[in-house]
Every structure is written in C-alpha cells, then in structure tokens.
Nanobody, 124 residues
Framework: QVHLAESGGGLVQAGGSLNLSCVGS????????RGWCRQAPGKEREFVAG????????YYEDSVKGRFTVIRDNANNMVHLQRNELKPAATAVYFC?????????????????WGQGTQVTVSS
C-alpha cells in the first residue's frame, strides 16, 4: 500500500551535479518526517539529510553538511536531495526514508518506510 520510488541516480562525472527525487504513494509526506540515507560498498547505511514534517527543519549528517541540500515538496508528495561539485566519495546507493526520527536537535534513527534505492556512481 505504501510505496516509495527513488530516481535520478546513475553515472556522474566528478564535479557534476546530483538531483535525486523520491515520490511516495499510500501516505501523505506532509505528515511524516523524511530524508535520505546512503550505503557505500562494504559500509553500513548512514544518514545523509532529512526534513521535518511541519516546519521543514533541515538535518544533515556532519560529514556532508554544506554539501547536500534536502528539499521537501509536499504538493507533489516528494522529497529531493541535491548536490553540485560531486566527488567520488559520494558513490553509494541512496535510499529514501519516510518516518525518520529526530531527537535532541539531531538525527536519531530511520524507520517505517524505505525505497529500494538508487545507485549513484561518481567517476574521477
């Protein structure tokens, strides 16, 4: 009933731009915190960026702060992740998450709903 679909991944040259999108069905994004996580080969999944349901407060993992931008689009039930000046270190599978938990002014955990992920490969 609930489905999340990511798009926008692929092969990108270093220095290029990234624009990922996640569209949901079966639930209103406006009622849920949401965000993005990523998993690089051989590494654990990590939080990248998120936004809150009502006030659109932005949260970023410390290592990516200032590099990524998360944008919510309640009218279209979407959330986006953007970045320019990509580096190879950004290579990972990026997952959309609806039901992100924020506590104490920072990211706490991800849960509830996940997309299947979209591969982003940044070449040198």
């Amino acid at each position: 009933q609930v489905h999340l679909a990511e798009s926008g991944g692929g092969l990108v040259q270093a220095g290029g731009s990234l624009n990922l999108s996640c569209v949901g069905s079966g639930l209103p994004f406006s009622e849920w915190h949401r965000g993005w996580c990523r998993q690089a080969p051989g590494k654990e999944r990590e939080f990248v960026a998120g936004t809150t349901r009502y006030m659109d407060r932005k949260y970023y993992e410390d290592s990516v702060k200032g590099r990524f931008t998360v944008i919510r689009d309640n009218a279209n039930n979407m959330v986006h992740l953007q970045r320019n000046e990509l580096k190879p270190a950004a290579t990972a599978v990026y997952f959309c998450n609806v039901g992100t938990i924020f506590s104490g002014g920072k990211y706490y955990a991800s849960g509830h709903y996940w997309g299947q992920g979209t591969q982003v490969t940044v070449s040198s």
